[in-house]
């Protein structure tokens, strides 16, 4: 009787610790009872009614990244190319999740994959090629809205890449490779009109900066000759000026020294010899002169 008794207790702590469950961060834990959605268990410790409860799904709260393989897309010109995308995800309602749809991440690739095909179809190849945010965007507004009922929000949709046919790629290099040709072409030519409008405005320069040095030089050797010239006649009349102080310091002297009238006489026989030495064709003699030039003829007949 004993061990049958401890035999139901370890059966029951067995029981008890099998159906004690702790929800981990970022889970959620769909239960079950008698096969109808009964509750969703967040994070924590729970306990599980033997054989009435079940967990139906674990879900994950965690923002989830689904790759689907590149889908075949025809553009409004009639292009075929190749789109792979990449969908961000997020499960907000664990029981929509779970109850709302059969295989939800094959629901959205497909979802993914028709949405595609109506954007897709409605823009030409150029347009497709330049349009990446405007389609990640309009997927993702439209995926959002189909798969709130599942309980899924997309946070954002990427086309990773797209991919023409092999000729579209090759006409589309080719075309690159002309318009970068066209755009060095025109970049060349560009400097090299850049460099001649440099090279003349230098040549300008450099004849008005020559201009204005000869200028400046003619207006400095100008004032050169106009100082010399200055200071010649500075010079000059200084001389004169002192000559003419010499003769007044000198006359004033002789008229000091009361000078007898002999002096005078032999003064004015010099002046008159100055004057005779002259290129003059005729010399007006003074009386006083004359006078004196008969006394000194009378006393050299004398002796």
Do not use: C
Not at 8 to 28: R, T, W, Y
Not at 99 to 126: C, F, K, Q, W
């Amino acid at each position: 009787m004993e061990y049958v008794i401890i035999g139901l207790i370890l059966f029951a702590i067995i029981v008890i610790a099998a159906n004690v469950k702790i929800v981990p961060q970022s889970k959620n834990y769909v239960i079950e009872r008698l096969g109808a959605y009964s509750n969703t268990w967040e994070t924590g410790l729970h306990i599980k009614i033997p054989l009435i409860e079940r967990i139906s799904k674990i879900v994950s709260l965690k923002e989830q990244v689904a790759d689907f393989p590149p889908q075949p897309v025809i553009t409004k010109d009639n292009v075929t190319i190749q789109i792979d995308t990449v969908l961000f995800f997020q499960i907000t309602d664990p029981k929509l999740y779970t109850y709302g749809v059969e295989r939800p991440l094959s629901a959205i690739e497909n979802l993914s994959a028709t949405t595609l095909r109506n954007i897709i179809g409605d823009l030409e190849l150029d347009n497709t090629l330049t349009s990446r945010d405007t389609i990640n965007a309009e997927m993702r507004g439209i995926l959002d809205e189909a798969t709130d009922p599942w309980g899924i929000k997309v946070n954002r949709v990427e086309l990773k890449n797209i991919m023409p046919p092999a000729e579209i790629q090759d006409a589309m290099e080719k075309q690159m490779k002309a318009e970068r040709q066209r755009r060095e072409a025109i970049l060349r030519a560009e400097g090299e009109k850049a460099s001649k409008i440099l090279i003349a405005e230098g040549l300008k320069d450099s004849q008005i900066l020559s201009a204005e040095g000869e200028k400046q030089a003619t207006i400095l050797r100008a004032e050169a000759v106009k100082e010399a010239r200055i200071k010649e006649a500075e010079g000059e009349a200084e001389a004169i000026l002192s000559i003419q102080k010499a003769a007044a310091q000198a006359i004033e002297f002789i008229n000091k020294s009361n000078p007898g009238e002999g002096y005078l006489t032999i003064k004015s026989l010099e002046a008159f010899k100055k004057a005779a030495d002259g290129q003059a064709t005729k010399i007006i003699v003074p009386s006083e002169i004359q006078s004196i030039a008969g006394l000194a003829a009378s006393v050299k007949e004398l002796l």
